[in-house]
């Protein structure tokens, strides 16, 4: 895995490119992954999404929570002669990053013990220890995985509950680094320790301690538990924790940061230095019925982060999700079909979320590499955070709590809530 710094401006962040494979394509940071879930983009078939959202390569985020039963059918599948994890799950083409835990659920806080790291999948908790995490790495085979840590700490984490984050986590990753060869995948090193400036240190040094080559980029974790939590972050006791991580780190290897923040923290981290984030915010809006309506480019209209399809008020409403957009579901859909397809519980309802909030969010992601360029990131915050109002919108994200009948389980939106 290559990177090499673009520009680097004091007031907008970093533009880099990164390069997982040698013979791979090239993408341009800030990047922004692909979240999936049990190997696939939430609602969308691989067809769907290349016809309808993207048709160029991208990086898919998987979640070792999420797919830890194809482990043993990928052990036998062969990942090798020039298969890969992408192929097995229908999306050739596109490389992948292997997670521990998925961004777009909350992670339990419980099952911490010395020697293993606990995994909440559907079939309940497993229990990790180094050797079985690397021999599943092993068979899953992804072109970059993260080392196994202890990232069960938020703001309230008390410094005891920190300090052993920390502690645990070095300890995994001594055999993830005395065993990496083993596997032919890039590392990323973990840097964990809440909102301790302290903790954080002391994980940035063990990494930084280890021979050269030994990982190829950098994981921040422990900020948040995932799922929504991620949106309601306070960045006024986040960013300087970054802030202070982020100058004790090389400048040539990526700094990856998962989570569904919301769009003013992702652009505050984005100029702080990380360059890796994903999608975990689009699906969490589409989850909870809201279409992404917030504005990045400059107009005299005066803009709201979302638009809730749950919404009567819409139930007429014959104009498109978002006026500008040109996703297919703007484009041949409007708010009123939308809102009725909540109301029957049709399958389409997610699926046409899906498309637009993508769709939405991508586009953010050129905006932001536009600005970053041209060091106009600050301006670009201004207009998020105002939308051409005058006081602050609110992005985070309320958990849904619309009440689904029996009957209508497993159908559209009611299969999201269940």
């Known amino acids: 895995m290559k990177f090499a710094i673009e520009s680097i401006s004091k007031n907008s962040g970093r533009l880099g490119q990164l390069r997982v494979k040698d013979s791979g394509p090239e993408f341009r940071t800030p990047l922004l992954l692909q979240t999936t879930k049990g190997g696939s983009i939430p609602w969308l078939s691989a067809d769907v999404f290349e016809s309808h959202v ?4 991208q990086v898919l985020q998987f979640t070792l929570s999420t797919m830890d039963q194809m482990t043993e059918a990928l052990a036998l599948w062969n990942c090798g002669g020039g298969r890969g994890l992408s192929d097995y ?5 596109h490389l992948n990053i292997l997670l521990l835990r998925d961004p777009c659920e909350t992670t339990p806080s419980r099952g911490n013990d010395r020697d293993i790291q606990p995994l909440f999948t559907r079939r309940g908790k497993e229990s990790l220890t180094p050797e079985r995490y690397m021999e599943m790495v092993s068979s899953l085979k992804p072109d970059i995985y993260q080392g196994l840590s202890d990232a ?6 008390a ?3 920190v300090q052993k984050s920390v502690d645990r986590t070095e300890k995994f990753m001594h055999y993830i680094y005395e065993h990496r060869g083993k596997v032919e995948s890039n590392l990323l090193a973990p840097i964990v320790g809440g ?3 302290f903790a954080r240190t002391q994980s940035i040094k063990h990494a930084r301690e280890q021979p050269a080559g030994s990982y190829g980029g950098y994981i921040f974790e422990g900020f948040h538990t995932n799922g929504l939590t991620a949106t309601t972050l306070d960045s006024t006791k986040l960013l300087p924790i970054v802030e202070h991580c982020v100058k004790q ?6 700094r990856i940061m998962p989570g569904a923040f919301s769009p003013l923290t992702l652009l505050e981290l984005i100029r702080q230095g990380v360059d890796v984030f994903d999608t975990s915010y689009a699906y969490c809006a589409s989850f909870n019925f809201k279409a992404l309506t917030f504005s990045f480019v400059q107009d005299t209209v005066e803009h709201v982060p979302f638009l809730d399809i749950t919404d009567e008020a819409i139930k007429e409403d014959f104009t498109p999700p978002l006026g500008n957009c040109s996703c297919l579901t703007c484009q041949k859909h409007t708010r009123a079909y939308l809102h009725h397809l909540y109301k029957t519980n049709e399958l389409l309802g997610p699926i046409l979320l899906m498309v637009h909030n993508l769709h939405h969010y991508m586009a953010f992601f050129e905006i932001i590499r536009e600005s970053v360029a041209k060091d106009t990131l600050p301006q670009l915050t201004e207009l998020v955070r105002n939308q051409n109002g005058k006081s602050q919108v609110d992005y985070s994200i309320a958990a849904n709590t619309k009440v689904v009948s029996k009957a209508t389980m497993g159908k ?3 299969a999201a809530a269940v």
Request: charged letters at 35%; zero cysteines.
């Open 89 to 93: 799950v229908g999306l050739p083409g």
């Open 54 to 57: 993207s048709r160029k390569p």
């Open 159 to 161: 410094k005891k509950r």
């Open 195 to 197: 909102y301790n400036t």
């Open 412 to 414: 559209g939106f009611a």
């Open 152 to 157: 069960d700490t938020n703001l309230e984490s």
């Open 249 to 254: 780190l090389e400048d040539d290897k990526p």
